[in-house]
């Protein structure tokens, strides 16, 4: 189990998404891959927002993009210099909003290497637990899950990130109800069509029938994956 530091983002409002992805891609990208410490770094960008292949409630989320860096110091991700103001500044350029999570990483299908998954069709979901169920109920149904996942036809890779600390405004700890997201899903598939069919299987059918015992939301998105470091 691993360790990793997540942005969820929104763009400007007078920003397209093509503008704020070229932005976030070429500058902000070459910006950050700088920092100290910095072992891991992945941009995901979101080209849907289509549930596909589930029939389940989506929560209120409509972010832009995901970040993904692997820290050797959380408390001061972009070291102690003047990177983080500069860090800052550019994401109060093109940022509309910003939460960061942490969270514990397990990957249950071994994902591909980078330069495979660069063509395959990656999905990330945002779960939340449902209302009867306590953080520990979540945790030890979502272990009992990996094992219908592995059952699924057609998937390439899925790791499970369960958050262990939210931020709301990037440097403010804040609370479960302040950022009520309880774990991270990432898929990646073939195609969209093998996306379809894993769901639609008889083993994807029970993955799904299973999360309705101990989920509430999933509100799923399409991205393209880059890789900055």
Not at 180 to 195: A, C, K, N, R, Y
Request: net charge negative; glycine share 8%.
């Amino acid at each position: 189990m691993t360790h990793v530091r997540m942005g969820l983002l929104y763009k400007k409002a007078d920003w397209t998404e093509a503008a704020f992805r070229e932005h976030w891609l070429h500058q902000h990208g070459a910006l950050v891959k700088h920092a100290p410490g910095l072992g891991e770094y992945w941009q995901n960008h979101v080209i849907d927002r289509v549930q596909r292949g589930i029939d389940f409630a989506r929560g209120p989320w409509e972010f832009d993009g995901f970040s993904q860096l692997r820290v050797s110091d959380p408390k001061h991700p972009f070291g102690e210099g003047d990177l983080p103001a500069r860090v800052r500044a550019d994401e109060q350029h093109f940022v509309g909003g910003l939460h960061i999570i942490e969270a514990e990483q397990t990957e249950v299908v071994a994902v591909p290497a980078p330069e495979e998954r660069a063509r395959l069709k990656k999905r990330i979901s945002l779960i939340r637990r449902r209302p009867d169920s306590s953080e520990a109920d979540f945790r030890k149904e979502w272990a009992v899950h990996a094992g219908w996942v592995r059952q699924m036809p057609g998937v390439r890779g899925y790791r499970q990130n369960a958050i262990v600390a939210r931020e709301v405004n990037k440097g403010v700890p804040s609370s479960y109800d302040a950022l009520p997201i309880d774990g991270l899903v990432e898929f990646w598939f073939e195609s969209t069509e093998t996306l379809q069919d894993a769901f639609g299987s008889p083993a994807g059918k029970q993955t799904m029938q299973h999360a309705t015992t101990f989920l509430s939301e999933i509100t799923a998105y399409l991205v393209d994956e880059h890789r900055i470091i």
